[in-house]
């Protein structure tokens, strides 16, 4: 057998981080056979009779073995997001199954199950006492107890599962990526100038007259918020509504992902059933605060209640501003998005990209770095380190000059790269039991911004600013972890629908006037954010708010519906049509189909779980308020707060229950009121 630190092939090197820039797709499947082969072994020893059912002795052996699969499964995983070639995806598929039959196999097996429940829990510390009971947790909901065919069965599902859920994100991928459309000038009116070259330079490239236009969200939705020709956001509106669906162009059709919703839906009932439970929403909130199903779908028709007034008078100054001042007297779906920007311009007097001109990428970065700096008491250094790109930066975050952690920053949007923004983690912290040495938290941080154009520094909207905080959120709950237990420290372990709240928590300081004058420099006078423009935008905080929040309710109540009271052999559309005719106050025409790129519910990890974001923001927005009632008196927040919302949440990561922590850091259980505050929704 080839030792990981003598073989060629990066992905067995013992290089501590992974080698991105040398990792080929010929490299994938000799790596996963190798490391397969050691953790099946791996696995054998353990699980021997004679092997002692001691927590230390198991980890020694097996994590250390299932670590390097999942590191170098991990970066394999990471190219196929950010690097996708037709040769790596092949590679990636192709090995797929083998993983997954693994991972599926080792938390099914009888034998282990046995072992860690024969473990001697007076022996391990808290943090690993939490983390035997979360294994054998998992273990039940990875069908541990089954037997014969039931478990067959089971294994055959999840194989199943990781192959549609790929496809369905490649086909939203190559949906996205495949449709363009070259508009002339006069059809551009209105659309920002950066936009503008960003797109000519793009037709340029490619030997093509005019500019041209993408679905990527740089460019599509500044489009559909400025264009002033509704010819053009209707064509860009329908592309993107209907991409990898049955109403898209006939030309993609073969990317239409609606089997692969239904299968999917079939296939997450029917492991429900097997694991004993009613529907799959059950076996999701078994890892969650939630209690239940029912009470997620209550908590959401209840937020829902109080946020529709608000909603339904945002829809009626639109509807009044397009017949007054835009002379749009029938808006339809493509118009709200350019309805939305000119009324905020007018009742605020100011645009989105005005402000933008302010929020240049490396002093966005500059102040994001200060306000983590300060508050939590680390100091954040550009480093060394293989990438994947030119445009990925690598930096490590210390603390009295010890390396606490290291993140990779990937910001820029381009073909082959999935659309959004995310954290995933490249290793944890963990005191390793095969050598004494403590392992430090590496993190991948990932956005799709806009690239600077005509050799100015990108620009970056606020959204994109609190998209950078957020995703930076994600990080820090991973990398400033003081937990030792591989499986609790950081994010791992945290329940899913808590895992949000540090995230969340850091969107907060995207609105507070001490932390945005260090991180505002304009990109043709270098001037920072003038104050009054500022206050515009604190002004407009809440605008539309009621309506963002149905719309995210109209997405997490359509996940668990569909995972709960849904059959998956019938048509899901009806249940769209029924989420959206409960909650929306804009319902969208009848070939729009939403669903169908829906990748956090389909290829992503919030499967009956996309309320965590709403969930979570009842935390965050709680937390964030413990920061308000102690703010020094220039506003700046308090290090003292600071100190202890690092120690109760961000070290403690998943060692245990979220509540737990949550109520050492606030004295009391989360209250929705600050959220309603935040959101300008509370009642009077």
Known sequence: ?????????????????????????????????????????????????????????????????????????????????????????????????????????????????????????????????????????????????????????????????????????????????????????????????????????????????????????????????????????????????????????????????????????????????????????????????????????????????????????????????????????????????????????????????????????????????????????????????????????????????????QFYLDPPARAGKRGGAWMDDVRARWLRPDNGVLQTPVAHLVCNFAEGVDGNPPLLTHDDVITLFHEFGHGLHHMLTQVNERDVSGISGVEWDAVELPSQFMENFCWEWSVLKHMTSHVKTGEPLPRDLFDKMVAAKNFQSGMQTLRQIELALLDMLLHSEHKPTEDFMPILKKVRAEVAVIHPPEFNRMAHTFSHIFAGGYAAGYYSYKWAEVLSADAYAAFEETALPDGSPSLETGRRYRQTILEAGGSRPALESFIAFRGREPSLNALLRHQGMASN
């Open 1 to 405: 057998m080839t030792t990981l630190s003598n073989s060629p092939n990066p992905l067995l090197q013992a290089s501590g981080l992974p080698l991105f820039d040398q990792i080929k797709p010929t490299h994938v499947n000799e790596a996963v056979d190798e490391l397969l082969k050691s953790s099946s072994a791996a696995l054998d020893t353990v699980t021997a009779a004679d092997f002692p059912s001691d927590w230390h002795a198991i980890a020694k052996v097996l994590d250390v073995s299932t670590e390097r699969l999942s590191t170098a499964w991990g970066a394999v995983s990471h190219l196929n997001s950010v690097a996708d070639t037709p040769a790596f995806r092949a590679a990636y598929n192709d090995a797929l199954p083998k993983v997954t039959e693994f991972w599926t196999r080792l938390g099914a097996d009888e034998k282990l199950y046995e072992k860690y429940k024969s473990v001697i829990t007076k022996s391990l510390d808290s943090a690993q006492q939490q983390a035997l009971k979360n294994a054998l947790r998992n273990f039940v909901l990875g069908g541990a107890d089954l037997k014969g065919e039931a478990k067959k069965r089971y294994a055959a599902i999840q194989e199943r599962m990781a192959e549609l859920s790929q496809k369905f994100s490649e086909n939203a991928l190559d949906a996205t990526d495949k449709f363009s459309y070259y508009a002339e000038k006069k059809e551009l009116e209105g659309v920002p100038e950066d936009v503008v070259n960003t797109a000519r330079l793009a037709a340029e490239t490619e030997g093509l007259a005019g500019y041209k236009l993408t679905l990527k969200m740089p460019c599509y939705l500044p489009t559909m918020q400025f264009a002033k020709s509704s010819n053009l956001r209707q064509k860009l509106y329908r592309a993107y509504v209907t991409r990898a669906s049955d109403q898209s162009d006939p030309t993609f059709i073969a990317l239409d992902n609606s089997a692969l919703i239904q299968e999917i839906l079939q296939l997450r009932q029917e492991e429900a059933q097997l694991l004993g439970y009613q529907n799959f929403a059950e076996v999701s909130v078994a890892t969650k605060m939630a209690d239940s199903p029912a009470k997620v779908i209550s908590f959401l028709r209840d937020l829902a209640q109080r946020a529709r007034p608000y909603a339904e008078k945002d829809l009626q100054d639109m509807r009044q501003f397009a017949a007054d001042h835009l002379n749009i007297q029938d808006p339809q779906a493509w118009d709200w998005p350019f309805i939305g920007e000119k009324l905020k311009e007018a009742r605020y007097s100011f645009s989105e990209q005005e402000v933008k001109q302010y929020f240049t990428a490396p002093k966005v970065l500059q102040g994001l770095f200060k306000i983590i700096e300060t508050l939590f008491e680390v100091n954040i250094r550009l480093d060394a380190a293989p990438v994947w790109h030119p445009a990925v930066a690598f930096y490590r975050i210390e603390r009295k000059g010890q390396l606490v952690g």
